[in-house]
């Protein structure tokens, strides 16, 4: 059957709102005009809100297979669609981790069977993201893998990452890392500074950061390999990246809405919610992200959704598991306090959660255009809600922005012209 969305607004290039009515037919857009409806078509009145490209997250932590009491293929993906986004990349830590051919495909399956947006699965670098032996890279670029990435972990040694650029960029996929080296971290669980110190714990320094994407960027250079870093938290990083750019190295980048809008002073208490890693950095750190956002430095916005247990979190920053959720909250708190408050604008805004995550890894999404894929989430600014940890579709409840004020609420999300996601009130 035929859907026509009727009364809404997009988003223009030049940042106004306009009128719009859709086809959607067999899972793409086919007009994007005024319509009248034929016999049959299902018609659907978006109440003259506003209908956005799918939101595209590219790093989202599952935790499906092996961590099913954290999140689910099935929960997160719930979550994901319920905050706007119909493509996600899933993170390789899970047990078993995907790293050959076989635990690709049982992921795929799982895929299949549960998700309710697109999930394109990143395959590890390394066999059990132990840093000894790298993955058969070569042949499973034959398989629909998209990326390759340790995240969770950074990849220790030069030769190493060395070896992988060569072989992903033979094979036309990019590396990404999460850069943290070991050697620098002391087992630290927040940021090394003002706040570590007031509170005694130790420290995880901006170095250990920074100096691993400098390596990077260097490899990515030689071996010319697209080399996309993820969750930027400092200063140093920024500058290294920006530097990178300048001279031609093909290095991509992106940032937490976290890390934009929170900084170490946010951590008052005890509270594992606000640990994460990379951690909540300095203020000077805060502000040379959304900087380098403006400036095209770091490429996009993408969640680091990390969904941990209750019992996990309760243990407080010493020894809870690192990262908190993420997909539920993004655009709200993006839109409210970025958006409202004139740092960045609407338009800014959904091009870092849609055509630049997807340009980044050429994925064919993130826009509203005829022929293209039938993805897109409507929004609600009509009313304010508070963030409700409880009221989570994630099973991790483990948010920093617990009864922060919003606006800006996706209230319904459209994958493949499929509708995953309605709010209740809306119906
Ligand atoms: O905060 C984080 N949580 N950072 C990571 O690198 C891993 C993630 C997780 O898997 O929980």
Redo the contacts with the bound molecule.
């Keep these: 059957m035929n859907t026509v969305f009727k009364n809404a607004k997009r988003l223009m290039e030049d940042g106004s709102l306009e009128q719009c009515e859709l086809k959607v037919e067999k899972g793409n857009i086919t007009t994007i005009a005024p319509i009248v409806p034929e016999n049959g078509d299902d018609v659907i009145d978006c109440n003259g809100r506003l209908l956005l490209p799918g939101f595209v997250d590219v790093h989202v932590?599952l935790r499906e297979p092996g961590g099913e009491h954290k999140e689910t293929i099935a929960t997160g993906t719930k979550a994901a669609a319920r905050g706007g986004f119909t493509t996600i990349c899933a993170?390789p830590?899970t047990n078993p981790v995907p790293d050959n051919p076989e635990t690709v495909v049982e992921l795929l399956e799982k895929v299949k069977q549960n998700a309710a947006v697109r999930v394109l699965p990143y395959v590890s670098i390394t066999e059990g993201l132990k840093g000894e032996k790298l993955t058969d890279i070569e042949n499973l670029s034959q398989m629909s893998v998209f990326a390759f990435t340790d995240?969770?972990v950074g990849v220790q040694t030069a030769d190493q990452m060395l070896e992988a650029m060569s072989q992903a960029a033979a094979n036309g996929n990019p590396v990404v890392a999460?850069c943290e080296d070991n050697s620098l971290v002391y087992e630290g669980v927040v940021h090394q500074g003002e706040i570590s110190t007031r509170m005694n714990l130790p420290g995880i320094p901006s170095v250990s950061e920074s100096v691993q994407i400098a390596r990077d960027v260097l490899l990515a250079e030689v071996t010319d390999c697209h080399y996309h870093v993820c969750h930027v938290s400092t200063k140093e990083s920024v500058r290294v990246i920006r530097d990178a750019k300048k001279a031609g190295i093909q290095v991509t980048a992106e940032v937490t809405p976290h890390h934009l809008l929170l900084n170490e002073h946010a951590i008052t208490a005890d509270d594992a919610n606000f640990k994460?890693?990379p951690p909540l950095r300095s203020p000077e750190d805060q502000e040379a992200l959304l900087e380098g956002l403006l400036d095209g430095t770091i490429d996009c916005i993408a969640t680091?959704h990390?969904p941990?247990a209750e019992s996990e979190k309760v243990s407080g920053f010493r020894t809870a598991?690192?990262?908190?959720t993420g997909l539920e909250t993004a655009f709200p708190l993006l839109y409210t306090y970025f958006v409202r408050t004139g740092k960045i604008n609407l338009k800014q805004l959904v091009d870092w959660l849609t055509i630049k995550p997807a340009g980044i890894f050429q994925l064919p999404y993130g826009r509203l255009e005829e022929g293209g894929v039938a993805d897109f989430t409507l929004v609600s600014f009509d009313e304010e809600n508070k963030v409700d940890r409880n009221a989570l579709y994630s099973k991790g409840k483990n948010t920093p922005f617990h009864g922060w004020t919003v606006r800006g609420i996706p209230s319904m999300t459209v994958v493949n012209g499929d509708i995953v996601y309605k709010e209740d009130a809306h119906d």
């Design positions: 932590h993170m830590n995240d969770g999460h994460m890693n680091d990390a941990h598991p690192f990262g908190i």
